[in-house]
Each structure stands twice: as C-alpha cells, then as structure tokens.
C-alpha cells in the first residue's frame, strides 16, 4: 500500500508536470525542425545520491563525536567553577568561551542554598553494555542495507537519539540509567531515501522516530516503553543540503535536516537569510520546526514558522504530501500545511521546505531599558504591540532575571568598563531612585536599513520613557541575547550542585499577563513548600515575544533537591500545578514548545472533544499502523 | 449523538471554567464571612433570546425586501441606459447613485460589439408556481416550532437562498428557471439556538446548509440536485450581535451572521474597525468569511481572515469545536482552527469568532500612479513588496482595465475639473510620450498615523519613479476603490444586452506573474475564437494584492454572445480552460474565492491525494451522515 502510493505520489508529480509543460509549450513558438516535445526531466537534486566527497557536515553521524550524551550541547563547552571557586565556560564556540564569570558562584549559592562542597557529578562515560540488546527487525534491516542507506545498531548511537532534553531525560542520563532506546539509527540522505525507508517501515512493520535536531523539551523523542515493534530513529542530519535559492521569488528549497547555524550561514553566503533563530538554533532542525510549530527570536520581522514556510513535503505512510503551486496563499480548502505544522512526528517525515529568505539587514543594534518595576515594563511593551513598533526582538526579564543576567558577567579587563558600569549603577539606583530590589530590563534588538532603525529606536524609546523606562545601553542588550546560547549549559552546572530545574513558557492575552506571571510563580513557591523542597525555588519569568492580542510568556523554575528522595518527580508536580495554573489563568498549552507526551493530558480542554477527534481521524487515515509511532499529541 | 455531544460540550465548559475558576480562586482573600463560593456563570449574551425590540436588522428575514432575487445586490441600486443612452446609477446608497456616466455606452458598444437595440432582459417576477413545492421533513419542521427558532418554506425565501453569484446561477434566475432549491430556511438567533437545529438535522437526518451572506463564487451555495434528503438553508443573518469588545486585548467577540458593513460600522462607533474590506463586505458575512478563508483588501494593514481570528466557535454534528484559550499564538499540534477555516460549510455552523480589533486609523490618503506600460508596474509592485513598505491597499491594472475604469467616469458638473483631467491626459500622453493603449494603473490607499502615511507615500512613490511611474492624483485612487463596489452591479447591466461575464482569481509566485497575466488573457482569447464567440471578449486583469512570495492577480472576462445557442456552455469552458492556463503556469486554484463546487475537480492536483484523504478523514469523522451536505470541496 505504502510502496503504490509513493510510487503513486512520484508518477502524479511526473504526469502532472507533463501536462503543464505542454499547456505552457502551446504558447511557445515551435523551433523550425517542428520537434515540440517537452521533457518533464527529474531535478537534478532528486537524482544524487552520492555524498559530496570532502564537505563537512555541521552534523556527523556519529554525533557524540562534537556533542554531549548526557548534557546540552558541544562537549567542549561546558560551566564549571575553577580551583578559586570561580565560574568558567571552556572551549572556544562562544564569546563566554575561556572567561572568568566571577559572580556566579555568590548568586548560585545565595539563589539555591547550594554549596560547591555538595557535588552531584554526572557518569561520565556510556556504559554500552548497560544498554539493551537491540531488537532488530532483520528483513527490515536487510532492505535498508540492499537499499544503500546508512544504518547502525551501536549502542552509543541508539542512546544519543533516544531522548530530547527534558530533566527527567537529562538526569536519568546522567545517573547511567536508560529506558527504551531505539533499536535501530537509519540515515536518509535525501527525500527518495526518506520514501524508501517509509515504504520499508509499513511493508515489516516497524516503528518511526523521526529525529532532527534532538532539542524536544516535551518528551516528544522519548521511545514509548510499551512498543514492542523494532524502533527506528530516522535522523535527518545528512539530508541538509539547500537545494536552490530563487532570488526571483525570495525562497529557498531546503532539505529538512538542516540545521539552524547552517542553514542561516550557507544563506547569509549569498547576502541572505530566513532570520529565524529560535534559542536552539544551533541544533535544532528545519523539520523539526515544521513538526513542533516553532518560534524564532525575530519573529517580529521575519514570522513564525508558519509564516516562513511557502511549501512543504511530508513524506507518510499514505504516500507524499504536498501542495501543487507554490502561491504565497490560498484558499483551497483548509490549509493542509497546518496538518502537517504541529503533528510532531507522529504523521511522517518533513523533507523538504521552500522558505522565505529575506535580504540580510544592513544594520543592527542592541539596546536596553531598566524599568522601575514588573508593571510598568508589561505596560510598555504592551504599548509598542499595540502601536506595531515592536523591534525585531524585545524581551522583558523581571527583576530575578535580571540579577541572574547580572551575575553572568564575564569579568571584565577593563577598569574603565567596570568604573561606567558602577556609574551607572549609582544613577540607576541612587540618582534615579529605582530599587534594586523591583527593577527589570528588557533587551531589544533593531535591524534593517540604518536610517530606520535610528527614528525606529527613538519611537521605542519614547514610548519606554513614557512608563518610567531608561535606555540602559547597547552592551546589556547585547550581553542578554547572547547569554540566550549558553542558558541551556547552565543546567548541567546546576546539575553538578544538587540543583534541577527546567524552562517552560506559554501564550495569553495582555490582561491576563501580570496575572499569570504573579499567580504561576506564587504557585511554584507554595508548591514547592508543600513537596517538602528544602530550599526556596528559583521562581521567575520573562515577556519574550508580543503579539497584537497577547504575548509569550517564558518561566526558569530552579530548585537544590538536596534532602529530597524523588527530586525528579517532586520536580514534575510542580511543573504540573505550574501548568495547571497557567491554564487556569488563561494561558495556552504552550506557545512553542509543543505538546510531545509530556502536556498530552490537556490536549483535550485544549482543542476540545471535537478537536480531539479531528486530529484522531487524520492520525487514522494517514497512519492506519502507527508507523509514527512516537505516541505525541494524542 | 448529537444531543450528547452538544450537551457534553457544554457541561465540559461548565466543568472546566469551574475548575480553573476553584484555582484562581486560592490567590484572592478570603472575605470575613467565610464565604467562598465563586460559581461560573453563564454569560449573559447566551440567555438572551428576545430580539431587541425596534433595533432594525441590517439584513431583514425577508431579503427580497431590499435585495434583488435575479442579480446583485440592493434592488434599489441599478445601472441602466437612459432615453439619451447615457448610463446612470440609481438609488441614494453609493456615491455614485444619481450620477450620469456619459463614457460608458460607447465603451460598452465599442468593447462588446454590443448595441443598445439588442436587449436581453431578465424575468422580473418570481413566478412562485415555477417552484418545486418544499420536500418538508414534519418531524424537523414540528421540532424547529417548539423550539421557537423562525422558519419559513415559502418560495421567495427558499429560492433567495438556493444560489450564489456565480455567472450560471444569476443566468438562470433572469431566466426563470429553479434548479434544486432549500425546502425550508431557518433563522438562529444565537449560538444555542445553531446547536439546537444541528441536533434536530442529526436526529431526522436533514440536509444543512448554512447561509450567510449568500455571496459565494464558487457555486458553494448550489443545492446537489441528487440530494433526497429535506434541504433546511440555516441562515445565519439574525446572529449578528457584537457581544463584547475587549479594549484591554484588542478583540471583539462577534456573532457570525454579521455582515461586514455592519461590523465596521458598529465598531467605529467606539472608535474602533477590524480592517477586512473584502469587496462584497456590504453583504458578506463573518461566518462566510471563516468558512472560505476571505481576504480584504487592506489586508497589508489589517491581514487577512487567518490573521484576523483569535478564536472560532463552530457547531458540528459531534459537538462545538472551540479551543480553550485565547493565546495569540501556540503550538499544541495542528491548529484546529485550519480545519474550520477552508471547511466552506461542509463541517459545520461556524457561530462566534472573536477578531482582532484596531483603533481606526488617524489619517486615509488615496493615490495612483501611471505606468509606462503594465511590465514596469509589476516589477514596481515586486520592488514595493521586497521592500515591505507596501500601502494599506496597492493595486494594478492593466491597460484594458484603465481604459474602463476611465469609461466609468460619472459626468463631471465642473469645468474645471474636465479642464484639469485634459491637461493631465495630455501632460501623461504628449508631454510624457506615454501610450494610451500599453499604460496602465496603480490605485493606493494608506492610512495611519498622519506624518506616517506622509512619508511611507513618499518612499513608495520615489520607487514607482524608478520604474517609469508617475503620480496621478488621489482622485483616481479614489474612484479606483469606489468603483469596487458597484462593478458587481454592472454585470447584470452586461446581461441585459447579450454580455456575460465573471472574475476569478488566483496567487501566483512573483517570477510567474507576467506569464500568467499574458498567457491566460491570450488563452481566454483563443478558447472564445474555438468556441464561436462572435466578438472579441473582454480580457483583462489586475495584479491586486502583494505578498513576499507572490501576488493576487485577478481576471475580468465577459463577452457578447449574441449567436451562441448554449452561451453558459461556452462561458464554462472558456473559464476552465482558463484555470487550467493558470494552473500550469504556476497559479493557485484560488487565493480567496475558495473551491465550492466549481473548482472540485483541482482539488487533488492542489492538495495531493494524501491532503484528499486527511479532508476527507476529518469530514467522515465530523459529519459521517453528510449533514452538512453542500458537497463542496471534495
């Protein structure tokens, strides 16, 4: 059934094609020797197969090469505190990278009750042979092996794809424990492959995990421990190619295993970019953007995923889906992209996507505003949403964050950099009276034609002024945007201290926003209380993106579980009632981060019964065997 | 089934707005008398049930009070010839009512090879006894009555609603002739009284068709002659309340039987608008709107009906659709709200939407430019979109185009004026050797902020003057959008002379646009010579929206079938071999008529079969007795 309707999908496309060219070919004039016939010829990227000898990919196969297996990110970038309890960040990727961060000791010890004496090191090395036996399907295994793609069943490599980065993943990992990993790592290294391997899952009957960047905080990679069919983690990194830039019509067509850091500089070679930079940029993929309905930081200028995407195909039991035209809208019907934009996995494998590009800006700018207190800060930005001024990225962090941000500053060599800094300071504080103690930041970013963005900033700014905001300068806005990249290595310092924690976020409209930020972070103090949590929680939110009708909302829950017998469950109520809360407060699921298996039991007050039953009946006709059978959404 | 599903929807409401209302309730203090009780009162817009007495409805019961039943729009407004063959439009409603438009006789003689002597006029009377006597289901009727909702089975009422507009419904209306008509037509007066009927169509398992504005092209509105069932038309009309406006927010949560010219008009009596102005706004509904994924005019400003809703209400035969929040934006799998918008009635009524609302804008200024020839125009309209500085409106037409709208000039009572249009026609024709039959267009609309609007005219014209363009005035813009609302009006001007004709439309990536606008007019053309059309057709189009990635474009085409036997006949081939010419060259099936019945047959080519299937999976799943049996789409 696969196999006819892939081959189906493939000889409508060809047919399709074929009747196009030769409507077209009627108003073309004939060459003199009368031969009319035009060829519907393959595209010469569906043909290759061969990997381009000698190009690097950003993403090897074996991936616990470049990064960690039981932490975030690159394995030579990590916090640690050195021998003069002083925090610092090795490697050599970031701009943190080799500097000394001298305050972060003082504000994690203060903030947590933690001590640098109470260590909870990670296992460092995979134990392979605590890991299952896979369970292979040979047949299976025998036609991706006839069929040329690369597979492994090594222990390492089923591990590192089993899992995304929820705490619970993390610190099960880090004490040496697995569940159920994939039994099988498949590499695809174009759409053809992708079919293949599709049509080869239904025909033996084994499970789908689409894997892209591995970045899931909704427990969306995790294997379900009752599957009893082979689990095959299809990872997509090798598909990654940008297949063409149309300078014409401002798109690119790009292989769905790209990820963010690659996709943005192949792009930016030739004076482009999508400008979507979501905080995992760095590893997660276009595909996986597709399937979790992502966000990036500049969506202001730039869009959503969903307002990005031109075309997409989706390769599913039932065949190929796609749309036939590439026309910036339509109306056709309901949009079969949104069928396929949120389905997490669960539906088929994203391959390729034609994307907007934009031309890359000429000039950027940074820029901060210290308010004197929460309120007046969500005021503000309430007011630049509704003047539709909002900079390509403004973000408002409350007065914890702002401490936090504070004592991330890499110690500075310059006594003339540390001398403005306490001038500035004093007259925060002490001339213009704010209390150190309520104030908060927001970092905005401007980017565009220079002249713009310079009457842009001083619309932004006066509007700040109006609600007791005072620019606050160009570097603390840079420094906020670019600690964005090394917030998630944090945890795993944490992690080494006793300390757990985990971000989440939603989306609510602007009368609900105060509400919601003081009643969810009221909530995680109590219950942490109440679970019997020895050391007061790490409780603190920031406005991350604003809308005409609301805004997102991006809560950091932290706690030291010292003392505690189950920290990882005592963790996962309270993330619970914290969602409870914010539902109760009219905020939404999520705004991007998805649903995966970790929020499916509200899927239903979500999106109502009916709701419900209308993703059912796609997920029934699409996916009649659960090939896709990661168990997210529904 | 039906019954539970709608009371369990709402008992669920009930249920969860208890819940969430118990958790808010933990943060407020507690009064002294110890009374905590906080229930969750239904709102008091759903108890309602008495029309307000004297408040007048915009579109009464009986529409064939003020509307035509055999062509568009109020029966009070009409272009006609008069004894000296000058053309007038009658009526007090538009601003060109009362005028005299000297231009267009010759025009229309000289365009059509038309002649004023050969009259085509349609049957002016209803004739009651050419009706089909009503396929009543009792049970349906008797329950309706005790449920106290308005119905009627009259013959001027079901055949008002037994069509839309497109060109072969109004030909046979003027010619008499009834295809299948709605047995009965129901009138809802809120949400609950939608839920009602939808249980009783379930229960006696009639045929639904809801109703709005009854201004579909797409043949939505056509009754499936094979249906056997009772036809009730559910017209939504008389649910046309604003219930809230949310100035916090910027929402407002609307009936979906309003109609857009009253929708703008109430809000603007708080001072505030929603933007859509799609060209059928004065009859359209918002409920149609939803249904058919519209598009306004300022959409650039305002966006278009995805853009503009926040959250839908949608009543099925498995219950009320609805989400749980009104989050700007989430990610908790596919939105739902793409299964409903698109769906063009055949899942369901949609009953409330909350929109986004805007302050109306400070400042309007109209403008136009004059292109060398229609190229230049469209690599101005791409520049203009590259640039992301379009107007609020910005339109194209081509030379066909201009030399109408130029027809349709109303008699000018100054001399001035007509002295002022002279030295303008020669300064763009003599002095700036532009050639009156390639030049074309651009009409503008900005609005905004004053000193906004002044300098984005600014930018836009000093890009039009980089390819050739030259400012025309306002008054030509102006007229341009005037002008929209009437030119619906002319058509049946056309059909009492022989002339027939339609729009249709499509969005096309920008690299295709000059492709698709020659090619399509030239094979509109040649289909018409093939077919035995006796005159040269009318052929022309404009480039009417600008997106990133592509553009609107939209074609007239009308012609004179004097000698045809069969002239519909004709007509529908032309206009298939047309789409066919936009489909291969790269065009969409649609960018906001939709798919109805007309355009079926594309479905699959547009969606691909696996799209089919998971519209189809959804409709089987939603209504798996076809209540809602339209057969639209698929």
């Known amino acids: ?144 092996k006839s069929a040329g793609i690369p597979f492994s069943h090594d222990a390492e490599d089923r591990v590192f794809r089993a899992h995304g980065h929820c705490l619970h993943e993390i610190f099960a990992l880090r004490e040496g424990k697995f569940g159920r990993v994939p039994d099988l790592v498949v590499w695809p290294n174009c759409h053809n492959d992708v079919v ?23 427990s969306a990679l995790e294997c379900p421990p009752e599957e009893t069919r082979s689990i095959v983690s299809l990872d997509t990194s ?40 979501p905080d995992s940029m760095e590893f997660s993929s276009l595909g996986g953007w597709v399937a979790t309905r992502a966000s990036g930081m500049k969506k202001n200028i730039y869009g959503n995923i969903e307002d990005l995407v031109v075309h997409v195909r989706m390769v599913t ?26 389905s997490e996995g669960t539906l088929g494998v994203v391959t390729e996507v034609t994307m907007k590009i934009r031309p890359m800006p000429e000039y950027q700018k940074y820029g901060s505003v210290v308010f004197p207190n929460f309120e ?38 310059s006594i003339f950099t540390s001398f403005l800094d306490g001038l500035k300071k004093f007259y925060i504080t002490k001339f213009k009276g704010f209390d150190p103690n309520r104030l908060c930041v927001a970092t905005l970013l401007f980017e565009g034609d220079r002249e713009k963005v310079l009457q842009h900033e001083k619309q932004v700014y006066d509007i700040a002024a109006k609600f007791g905001g005072l620019a606050a300068g160009e570097d603390n806005g840079q420094r906020g945007y670019m600690l964005t990249f090394v917030i998630a290595y944090l945890r795993d310092l944490g992690m080494d201290y006793y300390v757990i924690g985990e971000s989440f976020e939603t989306s609510v409209p602007w009368d609900r926003v105060l509400d919601i930020c003081r009643n969810v ?23 991350t993106q604003t809308y005409d009708a609301g805004a997102c909302v991006y809560f950091y829950f932290a706690f030291n579980y010292r003392g505690l017998s189950d920290p990882v469950h005592v963790y996962e109520q309270v993330e619970h009632a914290a969602r409870e809360e914010i539902l109760a407060n009219g905020g939404s699921l999520s705004h991007h981060h998805g649903v995966g298996k970790l929020r499916k039991e509200w899927m239903r007050e979500t999106v109502s019964k009916v709701g419900m039953g209308m993703l059912k009946s796609v997920k029934d006709y699409v996916d009649p065997n659960n090939i896709f059978g990661n168990r997210n959404l529904l």
Chains 1, 2 share one sequence.
């Open 1 to 144: 059934m696969a196999s006819n309707s892939s081959g189906g999908g493939s000889s409508d496309r060809q047919r399709i094609a074929q009747q196009r060219l030769s409507r077209i070919a009627g108003h073309l004039q004939r060459p003199a020797d009368g031969s009319s016939a035009i060829v519907a010829a393959e595209c010469k990227a569906q043909g290759s197969r061969a990997d381009v000898p000698g190009e690097e990919k950003t993403v090897p196969r074996r991936r616990q090469e470049v990064m960690k297996w039981n932490g975030w990110g690159y394995s030579d970038s990590r916090f640690f505190f050195n021998k003069k309890g002083q925090a610092e960040f090795t490697g050599k990727r970031y701009r943190l990278s080799g500097l000394i961060i001298p305050g972060l000791k003082d504000w994690f010890e203060g903030t947590f009750g933690a001590s640098l004496q109470h260590k909870t090191p990670a296992t460092p090395i995979l134990n392979s042979s605590a890991v299952q036996p896979p369970n292979l399907n040979e047949a299976f295994v025998e036609e991706v």
């Open 196 to 218: 293949k391997i599709v049509e080869l899952a239904c025909k033996h009957n084994v499970c789908l995990i689409p894997y892209g960047g591995g970045t899931s905080v909704s």
């Open 238 to 277: 090798q598909m990654n190619r940008i297949l063409w830039i149309d300078e014409k019509n401002l798109t690119a067509h790009v292989e769905a295993g790209i990820v963010g850091q690659d996709l943005e500089r192949l792009l930016n070679e030739s004076g482009y970019c999508t400008g979507h930079e």
């Open 317 to 342: 039991p039932q065949g190929v889906i796609e749309k036939g035209c590439q026309g910036p809208r339509m109306s056709t019907g309901p949009d079969v992209h949104h069928f396929i934009m949120g």
């Open 376 to 413: 007046q800060g969500v005021a503000c930005l309430r007011e630049v949403a509704k003047e539709r001024c909002a900079p390509a990225s403004i973000r408002l962090m409350d007065n914890e964050q702002f401490k936090f941000g504070h004592a991330l500053k890499p110690q500075v060599s």
């Open 521 to 543: 972070k009221a909530r995680i103090i109590r219950e942490c209380k109440d679970k019997g949590v020895q050391f007061s929680p790490l409780s603190t939110c920031r406005v």
